[in-house]
């Protein structure tokens, strides 16, 4: 059984809004969030302050089923 927990963190976007008005680019949320784990990895204390309150937790009841004599196969709920 595992669990799921959803963390809500935010993500400053240098440059986001200029005079044309928002601009989320692919670009400018990967420099945002590659600059927040490089915090994250320098000063570990702030990760509680960045992943402020977790969400709604549930169980997830996904079992996964694996063959001991073949690699690399995983079987489904019907066995195939």
Same mark, same amino acid.
């Given at each position: 059984?595992?669990? %799921?927990?959803?963390?809500?963190?935010?993500?400053?976007?240098?440059?986001?809004?200029?005079?044309? =008005?928002?601009?989320?680019?692919?670009?400018?949320? &990967?420099?945002?969030?590659?600059?927040?784990? &490089?915090?994250? $990895?320098? %000063?570990?204390?702030?990760? #509680?302050?960045?992943? #402020?309150?977790?969400?709604? =937790?549930?169980? %997830?009841? $996904?079992?996964? #089923? $694996? !063959? $001991?004599?073949? !690699?690399?196969?995983?079987? #489904?709920?019907?066995?195939?």
């Amino acid at each position: 059984m595992s669990y %799921e927990i959803p963390y809500k963190v935010t993500v400053d976007v240098p440059g986001l809004i200029d005079e044309d =008005g928002v601009d989320l680019t692919a670009e400018k949320a &990967a420099v945002a969030l590659e600059a927040l784990a &490089a915090k994250l $990895r320098a %000063e570990p204390q702030t990760l #509680k302050h960045v992943f #402020k309150a977790d969400g709604p =937790g549930e169980v %997830e009841d $996904r079992w996964v #089923k $694996r !063959s $001991r004599y073949l !690699s690399n196969r995983i079987l #489904k709920a019907t066995g195939d």
